[in-house]
């Protein structure tokens, strides 16, 4: 060991392996943060080439492209690769990127955790995507797998997509450990609690509920394991088991997992408000506890996805009250990004138009969700198209906006150069008009009565289908101007200031652009 | 409407897809028939409503602010950045709003899980992908399978105006009566819904759900399956004839003579043979509705989820166990009893039919009478 110390005695301060072992042997944390956000992307268009075939086969009624298996492994697929393979890791990129330059240290606290937590990442994605090829196809019981569809009626590809979510379950929890460790014990002398920008006490909410739902994730998809291979019957009601046990076991993970989805771009909106409001965020301390509130209340909720298994009245109205008591922080949060507008002096770079896109697409997929709390009104929206445009709102138009959001804020930081501020307008627009092509209709087919995840339908929903179809493809192909921009900043463009942003305030903007492989070596001095 | 018709029609159709005149889609929810459903109704209508109007003072609030403060135009930032009063305020207001809220649905909620005193219970029973009706006050039941030919689904027909929404044996009930149904399934999650009545419900293989329905306007009422229940979960609709209490009563003595009918036939049978043409046309038919949608019309299977039975050494040799797996299906698979769902008829000319068609030439033919001895367990 000390032969090695020795051989280095002349390191360079920015030393680092190139080609590909700089990469592999990476535990730097923004190295790590781009390969997670690169990783992201490349998902994010995978998962939508197969959104492009549902669309492609829901363009007119009948059966036209594929077949209704392939239909749904389709739809099963996407769904579990937009949430864990795109939403997920782009979320962590931008911690892994950002947390350490925002509280003033080196690195994350754990860099070689830092590094196995991404590189497991792409294998399971890989079994999950081999599955497809498998005899009988991938899994097609839909992302939440519902049993006893995925035990006793599944192919044989579900011991791959066990395996498969077992692993991303573990890369979740390792960056969650990560960051909380991090901000515990890493904070620049003087950056306190309240002092924390918006997005450190998001990810730390977020990071909490991600250790403490994933086990639970874990727990299920083990169950269908043992049900399908090793004889248990935990949901066969043939062996005194109950397939209802199954959802509330799936959904007390998926409700935290929908706000491990959010709570994020809270933080990521919070930042950028302000900057191009030149005004401070009105009400951070109320925004931190809000965002509290929202994960508490997050752990008693998850009952409303199933109002329709067959619950106790006491249970179906506990639920709803719980539900609609959720919409309260989140109107607080929306109410207080209006005020941090009001009366700022706002400009509008693609940041912000993302942002403020966000604020009104994210609040309209809000006002669905509390329709979909009301208990009765549920039993007509559930299952249909109305929930598959709710939470395509708050998922995609929510999350994916505010992804797409801070990629464009924190880029000049990232590559020391501005985007191409032109090409990025053509990106929002393009992606503004079409999205909402792609989803708003969805509530209109929803509440006709079109049930999702559906191959073929009655002639009655076709002319909208048609539309949203359209809608569909027009942003995909959107999406391939964000990449062109992301490629040109990379290789040049106008050098970017440290502060970028005239607005901007915050550690990040106080060093260099890009900003340099090593920052913080020694802790920063917070006023 | 015509906008997005004109940009339908404008497109290059790469479609096979029959050219048929879509009705008009309504865009809200439906009142539906029943005093339920309009409570839901007027419920959804409230909420939305709501949101509306907060929609409004939000974002009217913030497009104001986008065009009145921007840099643009000159202004200097104000630096305000608290007010705990306005905070209590915006958290006050929501929770009033959503206490009268939850007034109403709390009652309808209530109103809608009383499922006794019913004067018509019927037992409903999910299974892939078919649904089976039985009148416990009654002696009846029966299958509802989708109507829609194959042919119209792969666009080699015309789609007409029930395309996927029509069965070949609907759900009969009695206007103006409580009819309770009582949900259950064969195999996985299933869910029952029709709109008109605001009634959807999930079938659980091994519990049994309650539900409930009054309706007032004779119709027929369509529905569809909304729980994923795999490959065919898009093609089991369902179907509900509402009747007058006496249409209802004459309905219910005609389907009891026709089972009783079909009883005397089936006895008949068992002392008839049925030439191999009769076996195999009949054979053709039955495999189409019931087998096909996992064996495949051309018998392949599809390789890892359903087993082929071209060439499979059941189809070919083990005449007893081919007959046995029909009628009682395999414990733990996808493959269900037809006992109960076919006529000996029908099962003896399917046997028949998978043992001879797609070049499983075993020239054998299964009479009703050998169905019979199997089922009676003295086959073996």
Redesign the interface.
Known sequence: MSAVVTDHEHEHHDHKPAGIKRWLYTTNHKDIGTMYLVFALIMFFIGGAMAMVIRAEL??????FVE??FF?QMTTVHGLIMVFGAVMPAFTGLANWMIPMMIGAPDMALPRMNNWSFWILPFAFLILLMSLF????GP???WTF?A??ST??S???TALFVFSVHIMGISSIMGAINVIVTIFNLRAPGMTWMKMPLFVWTWLITAFLLIMVMPVLAGVVTMVLTDKYFGTSFF???GGG???LFQHIFWFFGHPEVYIMILPAFGIVSSIVPTF??????????MVYATSSIALLSFLVWAHHMF???MP?AG??FF??CT??I??PT??K??NW???????????EVPMMFA?AF??LF??GG?SG??LA????D??Y???YFVVAHFHYVLVTGAVFSIIAAAYYWLPKWTGHMYDEKLGQWHFWCSLISVNMLFFPMH??G???M??????????????N??IS?GGFLFGASQLIFVWVLVKCARGGEKATAQVWEGAEGLEWEVPSPAPYHTFETPPVIK | MTKTRSLRWSLPTLLLAATVDATDMPLNMTKGVTEISQQVYDLHMTIFWICCAIGAVVFGIMFWSIVRHRKARGVQPAQFHESTKVEILWTAIPVLILIVMAIPATKTLIAMEDTTEADVTVLVTGSQWKWHYKYLDNDIEFYSLLATPKEQIINRFAKEENYLLEVDRPLVIPTGKKVRFLMTSDDVIHSWWVPAFAVKKDANPGFINEAWTRVDEPGVYRGQCAELCGKDHGFMPIVVIAKSPADYEQWVNGEAERIAKAKAEEQELLAMNMSMEELMSVGARTYTAYCAACHQPNGEGLPGIFPALKGSAMALEDMPGHINIVLNGKAGTAMQAYAKQLSLKEIAAVITYERNAWGNNTGELVQAADVHAVMQGKGE
Do not use: C, E
Not at chain 1, 277 to 286: E, T
Not at chain 1, 338 to 348: E, I, L, P, S, Y
């Open positions: 363009f007119q009624p009948g059966m036209q209704p298996n749904n498998m005899p009988g196809g097609s019981f839909g519902y006893p569809l006793t009626y192919g044989d590809s066969d009601a043939a109950d397939p209802v409001a030149r005004k401070p965020l009105f009400g951070y301390a109320s329709t298994t067959g009245v179906a109205l709803m009250y609609m008591l919409a309260v109107g607080v929306v109410f209006v005020a941090t507008m009001w009366r700022g002096a706002m400009t509008f403020l604020i009104v609040t309209i006002f509390l329709m009301i208990t009765p009104a039993f007509q559930h299952d249909t209109f087919v509440l006709a009565g049930p999702r995840r559906i191959p073929d339908y009655a002639l009655q929903f076709a002319d909208f048609a539309f359209i």
